[in-house]
DNA sequence: AATATTACTTTGACAGACATAGTTATATGC
DNA sequence: GCATATAACTATGTCTGTCAAAGTAATATT
């Protein structure tokens, strides 16, 4: 399995990824990993100590919530919801993305030079 | 004049962005920073630490070369070309940005759900 | 002479991602 | 019933890339 070696392309936006699935209903922490590597076809998976530094740190900023779910039986699970503001900064985070997207595919260029031989010029 | 805050969301490019404006012609780090603020239309600027450090990783990888301009007069400068190896990891580097931004692309969303009032589900 | 600009360098701090490990509970296999 | 696997969350510490701050040295400008 390949995925990605993660980390720094995709730095800066897994809070983002979070506030997305919450975005579409409440969820808790494995289940919001579940659902990153699903929704990435399998070639994502957001690792438990970023998942919950992440949704910590969030919590702190006041853009999610958590409570407890009732589970009568089964492992406690603490659910995470978007707050008014955490629906926001999500905008925002999602501007900033397109943002960096289209200066980055400027400065790395559309690959017209790589071809398969090397660059003439 | 605005930029973005850089850093995390282009973390991870940077060695991209220098490779490819050493694909064009060797050049030397202050021109460097310089033709990436022009590239960008001046909505990217490298940080001289950032380049300099980048620079020497760069060249301890092989995948560049240096060497002192003969400057008659005017300061000196040190000149970077790329390598085989290089112009190879610029193709390697050009094709993770393209998964990461597709992965990335999926994980965040179309947009579609940001409308103006709210997400209506 | 003072200031600005070019060009490169050093040091240290910060923050996000992750490896490693551990805890608690339920479910499954033998 | 005991071992193992899996679900779900937590804690600790490390690594790496980016950058702020500051400095050096030379030329150009006022």
Do not use: C
């Amino acid at each position: 399995m390949e995925s990605l070696h993660n980390s720094d392309l995709v730095r800066g936006n897994i809070d983002a990824f979070i506030l997305r699935v919450l975005l579409d209903a409440d969820n808790y922490g494995y289940q919001i990993i579940k659902e990153l590597g699903i929704r990435s076809g399998g070639r994502f998976e957001l690792k438990e100590p970023t998942l919950y530094s992440s949704l910590r740190r969030l919590e702190q900023q006041g853009l999610i919530r958590s409570y407890w779910g009732q589970e009568t039986q089964g492992g406690r699970r603490k659910y995470y919801t978007l707050t008014p503001d955490g629906r926001e900064r999500f905008k925002v985070k999602w501007q900033e993305w397109q943002a960096a997207r289209a200066i980055i595919d400027v400065l790395i260029g559309d690959g017209k030079e790589l071809a398969s031989g090397d660059g003439q010029k």
